[in-house]
């Protein structure tokens, strides 16, 4: 790793729910790319409209990055980025504008006040090249918890299950690390690509992972 990489992730205040509908995760996914930017954007609300309307976000200007993003998920009550510096404080810049616009949309329509995340965001840093080689795969397995939770013991009882079911769950990069377009312009994702060489490559690495923890439904049983 040449650059400095960080792991960042917050929950909800009291780890209530912040992703309530489709909208909003939506919503901050669109963030995470339109709130990617050094400049100052005044207009999200009427662009955000406009893109679920069809229009690409892709033809407005040019952005100086603050960040690359190379991996994220997205879960009912919290979130994980995977994302290193463009610009000098370019984490808790963009950070601070992704929380505070979210929690302005959130709390809009929901008519709620009060704070939204359970503090600060925390920023863990990529210490090692064994640290950021099993991180992308801990990211995109978060969302077993929602219907494989044993896998957190190192233990799971479907492979197969838990290899659709992820294929399923819209809110992380891991689709498109499968080759799947999903959200491809919210990532830089040259460096992981090279790591996992390729999709193929990625494919087989999550199943390896899962296998390593998979257990016979006999023994789940227990």
């Known amino acids: 790793m040449e650059q400095p990489i960080f792991h ?14 489709k ?5 901050f996914i669109y963030n995470l790319y339109m709130l990617n930017d050094e400049e100052r954007l005044e207009t999200i609300s009427h662009t955000f409209k406009r893109s679920l309307l069809g229009f690409d976000i892709a033809s407005r200007k040019s952005r100086k990055l603050l960040v690359d993003i190379f991996a994220f998920c997205l ?15 370019g984490i808790p810049m963009f950070m601070r504008k992704l929380n505070m616009a979210y929690a302005k949309y959130f709390n809009k329509k929901y008519e709620r006040v009060g704070a939204l995340f359970q ?27 929602l219907s494989y939770p044993e896998w957190r013991a190192n233990k799971i009882s479907d492979k197969n299950g838990a290899i659709e ?50 257990i016979s439904p006999e023994s789940a049983l227990e």
């Open 75 to 89: 879960m009912p009550n919290h979130y994980h980025i995977l994302l290193a510096p463009r610009v000098e404080n």
């Open 119 to 145: 503090g600060r965001y925390k920023s863990v840093l990529v210490d090692s090249d064994t640290h950021f080689d099993h991180l992308p795969f801990y990211i995109h397995l978060n969302p077993l918890d």
């Open 165 to 214: 079911f992820l294929k399923s769950y819209r809110w992380s990069s891991h689709l498109d690390y499968l080759g799947v377009k999903n959200f491809p312009l919210i990532l830089n994702a040259s460096l992981l690509n090279d790591v996992f060489n390729g999709c193929k490559g990625y494919s087989d690495l999550i199943q390896e992972y899962l296998r390593d923890i998979q």
């Open 23 to 27: 909208r909003d995760y939506l919503r």
């Open 8 to 21: 960042v992730l917050n929950r909800g205040v009291d780890k209530r729910e912040i992703f309530l509908e």
